[in-house]
């Protein structure tokens, strides 16, 4: 009797944890890179749902595809992780995509194992305490579209490999500590309507001349120690919509510079510009412009939306005059 109840039991159990092992989605390898992850994260309480006994694509924060049921997604945005990236995460072959967003206590810095993720299409790291230097394989992982690691603590110069990703289509390194020049590569992006954004930086030298040949579509360098003639992001066939280069050390003639037609947003201000400001600005549909604080001379042209901005515009220059500065001479008045 006790040996029939207990065959019948241990087959039902056996039956059980067949079933379990059967329906269960998750890659055994997958499984175990993100209890490492977990351990190495010391056991925080948003991964409660990461049990070892169950379905790994049920967890929070991960995403599985429906093809080889292999973790494509890691996301994490607010709650209670702290310490450094686990290098496991490289350990997950699949994935696509790695967002941290706001964690101030994540710190270290950015795994090199990362390199090993051949799918990786969008890393994010974003509003964390994350330092040190971007890691110079980032260039091997062909496959990036988009790259954000702004409001870190990130040190040291930009990679440049990360120029020659064929799809990346996007890179914003704002608000951190890298030092050094824009690397030359920036010219090779292969993606048109290119989005950079990296303001708020250490970055110095040149805006390199092979930038000249790419179409971005928004560019924000303000507040870097950037020098030279920025020329080369302008033009007037390209699809610029924003520029901001406000407070670098720029200096270069403003008077024969050609604006591209797309132009929305064009702030120059704090930099060492001189020249006068061309009358083609007239015909941008500008709805921000700032040429404050700069060495220009000369009358503003009138029309288009150059009169729509106050004063604070124009303020603080050499010797610009006329509407909305004070007349240039009497016998305009
Ligand atoms: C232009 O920039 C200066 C310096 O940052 C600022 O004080 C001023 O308010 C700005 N004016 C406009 C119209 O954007």
């Known amino acids: 009797m006790v040996t029939r109840i207990s065959i019948i039991y241990l087959a039902l159990l056996f039956s059980t944890i067949l079933h379990a092992s059967l329906s269960e989605r998750c890659h055994p390898l997958d499984k175990e890179a993100l209890l490492k992850i977990k351990r190495a994260f010391n056991y925080p309480y948003i991964l409660v749902s990461w049990d070892p006994n169950t379905d790994c694509c049920d967890w929070t924060n991960v995403l599985c595809d429906n093809v080889y049921n292999r973790i494509i997604s890691i996301s994490f945005s607010y709650g209670d992780l702290a310490g450094p990236i686990p290098a496991e995460i490289g350990d997950l072959p699949y994935l696509q995509n790695i967002l941290f967003h706001k964690y101030g206590n994540l710190i270290g810095s950015i795994p090199t194992s990362i390199e090993k993720l051949t799918m990786l299409r969008f890393l994010q790291i974003t509003w964390t305490g994350i330092s040190g230097p971007i890691p110079a394989g980032i260039g091997n992982i062909k496959s990036l579209e988009f790259i954000d690691f702004s409001y870190n603590k990130i040190t040291g110069t930009i990679p440049s490999s990360i120029g020659w990703l064929p799809s990346l289509g996007g890179l914003r390194l704002d608000r951190n500590e890298i030092v050094g020049p824009i690397p030359d590569s920036f010219g090779e992006f292969q993606m048109s309507d290119f989005y950079l954004y990296m303001s708020h930086n250490k970055l110095s030298g040149p805006i390199p001349t092979s930038m000249a040949k790419k179409d971005f579509s928004y ?108 007349p240039c001479s009497y016998s305009e008045i």
């Open 219 to 326: 560019i924000d360098l303000s507040r870097n120690k950037l020098t030279g003639d920025p020329s080369p992001l302008f033009g007037e066939n390209k699809r610029l919509l924003l520029i901001d280069l406000s407070r670098n050390s720029f200096s270069f003639d403003l008077t024969s510079v050609k604006f591209p037609r797309t132009l929305v947003s064009l702030d120059l201000n704090h930099n060492k510009m001189t020249g006068s400001l061309p009358a083609e600005l007239t015909e941008l549909k500008l709805n921000l412009f700032n040429v404050s604080y700069n060495r220009l001379c000369g009358k503003i042209p009138v029309g288009g939306n150059l009169q729509r901005f106050d004063y604070t515009a124009y303020f603080h220059n050499r010797c610009l005059c006329g509407s909305p500065l004070p």
